[in-house]
Structures are given as C-alpha cells and as structure tokens.
C-alpha cells in the first residue's frame, strides 16, 4: 500500500511539473508547436517534391512559399472585406453614438444618473484606453516577431525531419524500431489530418454563413461570413463570438429583430449541420478525442498558452493519444481520453453519410 502511494505520488509531482514547465517555458515553446504541426501539413507536398527529384532544401522553400502565399490571400482577403466595412464607419459611429445616447437616456430615467456623471465616469476610462492601445502596439510587435519565428522553425524541421525521426528512433530497441517509425508516422498524419479537416470546414461554413447573411439582408455579409468561419480556428468560442458580433453590428446598422432572430437561427442551423454532417464526413475518424477531455484540453490550453493553446490543444491531444495507445504502460489513458462511439443513435441517413464517405 505505501508502495502504490508512492507511486501516485511520484505521478501527481511529474504532472505537476509537466505543467508547469508547459506554463514557464510557454514563449520557447508556442512558436516550436506551432511550426511542428503546421510542417505536418505540408509534409506530403514535401515529398511529393523530392520524388521527383527536386532537392529537399528547394522542396522545402517551396512549401514555405506556399504556406506565405496562402497567410498574405487570407490578409488580403480581410483587408478587402474590412475596408469595405470602413466605407460604412461613418453610418456605424452614428449609429453608435445614437445607442449610447439611448444608454444615457434609460441610465437617468431609471437610476437618476446625470448624463454629466455619465461622461465623467467615460473621461475617466481615457487613459485605460490609452494604454490599452498601448498594450495592442506592443502585442502585434511580438506576434510578428513570434510568426517570423515559427517560419523558421517551419523551414528547419522540414528539411531535417528524416534526422530527428532516426534520432528518436535511437532510442527504441532492434525489435521496437518498426513500431516506433508506425507511432511516428500517426503522430505526423493526425495532426496533418486535422489541419486539412479544419481548412475543408472554414471553407464551407464561409459558404453557408455567406448564403444565410446574404439571404438575410446582413450588410457586408461577406466578411461577417468569413470572420465567423474563419474563428472556427478557436473550436466552440470562435463561431459563437463571430455570430455574437454580427449580431451586434447588424443591430447597431439599424437591423430589424427579424433579421437579428435570422442571424442566429443561421448559426444554429449551421452548427447542426457541422456538427452532424461536415465534422464526421470532412474530420473523420482520425482525431478520437471524446467531448469530455476536448474540452479539458482547450481550457488547459487557454491557461497555459493563452490562444494558441487553444488552436494546438486538439492535435497536441490526438498525437497524445496516439503515443498511449502504443505504450503499453500509458493504454488506459488513451482509452479514458478516447472517443466512444454510439452508431446505433445516428439517425439512418447519416450513417448512410458515413458508410459512403468511408467508401470514398
């Protein structure tokens, strides 16, 4: 009995650790874990390159081409839609200025409090602004720094892949070499599997949020489409924050209740549909995470690594669980963190869905 204490003991205190040097080393660690999982992307065009004789270096510059080409048509794309959106600043700062007119109006109605004491307490919060424009100069400074970097280690761990997989591999038995390389080999396509699924589903929810705000009458639908697809990066928060602003500014536009009732009906219908149809068929089975520990996982993530974590705590957690199901000391985590599954409570056209995708 002392002896099995112990052990938890020693368990709880690696743990402990784990986590906080996940926490400490946080500013080495986002951009290296970032760069790891996106290289795994762009890994079967990599190869595709070098079997066709092309040098691995040239192979390699080609992908990272590829990679800043498709982050400048993403920017580029935005900054269409925004400018479009500040073409109409004017209508909105009115609009706005209007509601908080409306604001002051019911706060003294129903409070008493003077629309003077009102803009004094606004003056006050001057300077909070001020350094929180402050505080946003200063955090894109570190992003550009931080995405320069991740490029970086994009590049290298490309071009040297095949010699930290032998090195890792110097670490299994004769006997275990072949299955070390196949746990390896998962690792890098579950991850490589997830990104492809998020890309496929942040296209296809711009088509549908773009054909339900466009119906709906939305101003500048277009961009409000692309911005809640493209916060599916963030899972579960990101479509609920775009829904949530696009509802805001619509109001502010002068949207009827009709319109603001459409717009989250269209994020209800869509959620549905993603939820039972694209994630099985464009996702598929490849990340088998239960809802349980996807959400630990993101939460972990936030507190550690802020946003990032978020972005990465799904495939951190797949590759995770991939590792305990091949080391035998570490199999019943990977069954507690994996997904159950429940055919038999699929309604029957989705289950057909399913066998005809697994087919393709």
């Known amino acids: 009995m002392t002896i099995s204490a112990a052990s938890a003991l020693k368990k709880l205190l690696l743990l402990f650790f784990l986590i906080a040097g996940l926490y400490f080393a946080r ?45 400048v048509g993403i920017g580029f794309l935005l900054s269409s839609q925004v400018s479009t959106l500040v073409r109409d600043f004017s209508l909105l700062r009115q609009s706005g200025l209007q509601t908080i007119d409306h604001f002051q109006e019911y706060l003294f109605n129903q409070f008493g409090i003077s629309i003077e004491k009102q803009n004094q307490a606004l003056s006050k919060q001057q300077p909070a602004i001020t350094q929180f424009l402050k505080d946003m100069a200063v955090s894109f400074t570190s992003l550009f720094a931080n995405v320069i970097l991740t490029l970086v280690y994009i590049l290298f761990l490309l071009y040297y892949r095949s010699h930290m997989k032998q090195f890792i ?16 080999d998962r690792v890098g396509n579950v991850s490589q599997q997830y990104l492809l699924g998020l890309s496929k589903m942040i296209v296809c929810l711009w088509v549908m949020y773009g054909i339900g705000f466009s119906i709906l009458g939305v101003e500048n639908a277009l961009f409000f489409a692309f911005l809640c697809g493209l916060l599916e990066i963030v899972p579960f928060i990101g479509n609920i924050t775009g829904t949530a602003i696009t509802v805001l500014v619509a109001g502010v536009q002068g949207g009827s209740f009709l ?47 802020g946003l990032p974590g978020i972005f990465l705590a799904i495939p951190l ?30 309604p029957g056209l989705i289950r057909k869905i399913h066998r005809w995708s697994n087919k393709k």
């Open 27 to 71: 500013a080495f660690l986002i951009p290296l874990s970032i760069g790891a999982v996106v290289a795994t992307l762009f890994l079967p065009l990599c190869r595709w390159l070098e079997d066709r004789s092309v040098p691995r270096g040239l192979a390699v510059v080609i992908c990272l081409l590829v990679l800043m080409s498709f982050i």
């Open 169 to 184: 591999l110097r670490f299994s038995s004769p006997s275990q070499k072949n299955e070390m390389g196949k746990v390896i």
């Open 317 to 346: 957690m797949a590759m995770f669980k991939i590792v305990c199901d091949h080391v035998e000391p570490l199999k019943s985590y990977g069954f507690l963190i994996g997904a159950i599954e429940h055919k038999k409570t699929e």
């Open 259 to 305: 319109m603001l009732t459409g717009i989250v009906g269209t994020y209800g219908l869509i959620q549905f549909i993603q939820g039972w149809v694209l994630e099985p068929l464009i996702v598929g089975s490849q990340v088998k995470l239960n809802s349980l520990f996807t959400i630990i996982a993101l939460v972990l993530g936030e507190i550690l690594w």
